[in-house]
């Protein structure tokens, strides 16, 4: 077993041992059973996993802050993000078009509140659609009006609100982009107020080797990283090619196979050092929410220590799922800090047992 691991089983065995049966009104604690968000503490909701533990408990709904945690004077490689995969895929959103949807959902929340829960990495599929930019789920390769979400305007302003209300913050828009039109994307963004906030391509590292400090990107409110997956719109509209920048697992079931981490086919191979930036995915090709629980823990902390050893021992510093909220114990605060601590190399001393 890596030790990834093993240090988050003793750390699940931990809080196991705690439970304390009876509690409610705000007093629960972490891990507590639980029967409504009610009877929570603070920054914790009421959530049942049937498949991995019985009743509900409470679990944390925010991840901490890695830059509070540490502190912000690192280069930005050095850091690891909580990513959702289709961030504006989101359970319950009215239709927008005037046509029910009929496609699938892989989140449950506001992209507004998977920010201030602390998610970092945004994963948003770009089309041409209704004469404009659409989030979108594609059907036979074009967005409809039965699997289209919302105009990406509507989100982008969601972000901008975001990183104006918090100064200290980065963002990371991974797009899954298939708009052709030219120049749309770049309207888009600066309709929405992005543009003061962009982290210019010339400044990204290119032949490997750190990014620049996150202080600095603060300092000078450079504090949005926007990547394409369209090479040619790196030159023409200055928005930075994904995989020149960082490399990346297989997506969906592909990318869930255990013990083996396979690069996706536009990326370079996970060890090439020559892209600072690690991005592993951990999500079902066919999301499910009642089983994404167990996904979300055991399975994707397997994945992390796997794809750790295939990067030529680097840690994720993106790390995409669905249904962020759903996991066990709040391991994602766990696993986040472990993962931050880890990639400093800060854990060694725990290493020798
Ligand atoms: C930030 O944290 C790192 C890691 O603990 C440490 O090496 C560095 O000295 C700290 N920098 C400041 C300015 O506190």
């Given at each position: 077993m890596g030790y990834l691991p093993c240090l988050l089983s003793v750390i699940i065995l931990a809080l196991c041992c705690c439970v304390d049966a009876a509690c409610s009104n705000g007093k629960c604690k972490l891990n507590d059973e639980c029967s409504?968000?009610?009877?929570?503490?603070?920054g914790l909701y009421c959530f049942s996993c049937p498949l991995g533990f019985s009743g509900s408990r409470c679990v944390r709904s925010s991840v901490t802050d890695p830059f509070k945690l540490i502190n912000n004077s690192l280069p930005f490689n050095k850091y690891a993000f909580l990513t959702t995969h289709n961030s504006f895929a989101i359970h319950g959103e009215p239709s927008n078009t005037g046509v029910p949807r009929v496609t699938i959902t892989n989140q449950e929340d506001s992209v507004t509140q998977q920010l201030k829960n602390g998610v970092r990495g945004l994963m948003l599929d770009t089309y041409d659609f209704d004469g404009d930019v659409w989030l979108c789920h594609s059907f036979r390769g074009h967005c409809h009006d039965f699997t289209a979400f919302e105009p990406a305007i509507d989100t982008l302003k969601e972000i901008a609100a975001f990183l104006s209300a918090n100064p200290k913050e980065i963002v990371t828009l991974i797009l899954d982009d298939y708009v052709e039109t030219p120049k749309a994307l770049k309207k888009v963004f600066t309709e929405a107020g992005l543009m003061k906030f962009w982290f210019p391509v010339m400044r990204m590292t290119k032949k490997g080797g750190d990014w620049p400090l996150v202080s600095d990107m603060v300092a000078k409110n450079q504090r949005l990283l926007v990547f394409t997956s369209i090479s040619s719109k790196q030159q023409s509209e200055g928005i930075a090619y994904q995989w020149n920048y960082m490399v990346e697992n297989q997506y969906g079931d592909g990318g869930r196979k255990a013990g083996r981490c396979l690069h996706r086919k536009e990326s370079s191979a996970l060890d090439d050092k020559s892209r600072s930036l690690v991005l592993i995915n951990y999500f079902r090709t066919f999301p499910l929410k009642p089983i994404t629980c167990e996904d979300n823990s055991g399975g994707l902390i397997d994945m992390l220590q796997t794809c750790h050893d295939a990067a030529g021992n680097r840690w994720a510093n993106y790390v995409a799922v669905d249904y962020y909220k759903v996991e066990h114990f709040g391991i994602f605060s766990f696993l986040l800090l472990i993962l931050l601590l880890l990639k400093l190399k800060l854990l060694d001393s725990f290493m020798h047992y």
């Open positions: 409504s968000n009610g009877d929570c503490g603070p």
